[in-house]
């Protein structure tokens, strides 16, 4: 039964929320809760479980492809949920990708476009902090008992649970971790803007979100180790930004592991706006145009007017 919940703010101060403000407001939570679930399960993976001995060491994570099953579908439930939580008031874009693909295609406002990116870092930022602040014992503790490389007592492992980096057969070039990102990120709108169309077969009974969540699922057991598959500026720079200031130091910002990778914080930024706006064009140039001009067929004509009657020679 639908009841009625009374607001918590008292309405002579809601009003000021009705529109971008409330709009933000639900960005930022919901790439909070994209952002807690998604870093949450990684690092469940990564120290939580090894630390809290239900793995074979203390330092003993990801021995198959299963454990990588464990993140992907942790991420997807983490996409669905936050989703979920600010569709009905912001559309739950929550990825500057989306935000600027749906600017350059879908006629979101552009005044729109640089608050509700703003929104999305800081809700990221927030989450990463979150998850920290239930996690840092297990963190620590993993970090402690890794032997190898460590920048400032951290490892790269750990990082992994907040920020993405290129795999080592990269060899450091930018330009495979590059194509990754657009690749990844162009299915990701390509998938989205098909989901919500309703011209296509949209999704029906509110299952979009659910549905885009199989979608990040895909992504990441198709694309995910190549680079982490950020696929979002906003879930990567959030983190990454928390990671620095907690203390993994160049790790984070700029983003350099000696003989591994350097200044390598900029490919899931620029990767994935870039990926967004192919996604979305190529999901129009093949599929919308081709929607757009049987909508059109299907109209009648204006009053007065007469479609030419066509024989079936000339069908």
Same mark, same amino acid.
């Given at each position: ?79 669905? =949920?936050? *989703?979920?939580?600010? +569709?009905?008031?912001? !559309? #739950?874009?929550?990825?500057? %990708? $989306?935000?600027? /693909? ?111 969540? =199989?979608? *990040?699922?895909?992504? +990441?057991?198709?694309? !995910? #180790?190549?680079?982490?598959? %950020? $696929?979002?500026? /906003? ?81």
């Amino acid at each position: 039964m639908p009841v009625e919940v009374p607001p918590l703010i008292r309405p002579s101060r809601l009003g000021r929320r009705g529109g971008l403000l409330g709009e933000c407001l639900a960005e930022f939570l919901g790439t909070l809760i994209i952002v807690a679930f998604g870093c949450g399960v990684v690092a469940m993976a990564v120290a939580a479980l090894p630390g809290s001995g239900r793995t074979a060491g203390p330092t003993t994570f990801f021995l198959g492809a299963g454990d990588w099953l464990l993140i992907t579908w942790g991420w997807a439930m983490a996409v669905t =949920f936050g *989703v979920y939580v600010a +569709g009905g008031v912001s !559309g #739950a874009h929550l990825n500057p %990708a $989306i935000t600027l /693909a749906f600017a350059i295609r879908r006629k979101f406002p552009w005044p729109k476009v640089l608050p509700y990116m703003g929104a999305q870092l800081v809700g990221a930022f927030v989450g990463a902090a979150l998850v920290y602040a239930v996690y840092h014992d297990a963190i620590n503790a993993f970090d402690h008992a890794v032997t190898g490389p460590k920048t400032n007592g951290h490892t790269l492992a750990s990082f992994s649970i907040f920020g993405t980096f290129p795999a080592p057969y990269f060899h450091g070039s930018v330009w495979g971790p590059l194509v990754d990102q657009i690749v990844g990120t162009a299915f990701l709108v390509m998938f989205v803007a098909a989901v919500i169309d309703l011209r296509n077969t949209a999704v029906k009974a509110n299952l979009g979100p659910l549905v885009i969540g =199989f979608v *990040v699922a895909a992504i +990441g057991m198709s694309y !995910g #180790a190549n680079a982490g598959y %950020a $696929i979002n500026p /906003a879930r990567d720079l959030g983190p990454r930004l928390f990671t620095w200031v907690a203390g993994w130091g160049s790790l984070a910002m700029p983003g350099t592991q000696a003989g591994s990778f350097s200044a390598y914080f900029w490919i899931p930024l620029v990767g994935p706006l870039i990926g967004g706006v192919v996604g979305v064009l190529a999901y129009d140039l093949f599929i919308g145009d081709v929607l757009h001009l049987r909508t059109l067929e299907k109209e009648a004509p204006e009053p007065g007017l007469t479609r030419p009657v066509t024989t079936a020679d000339e069908e």
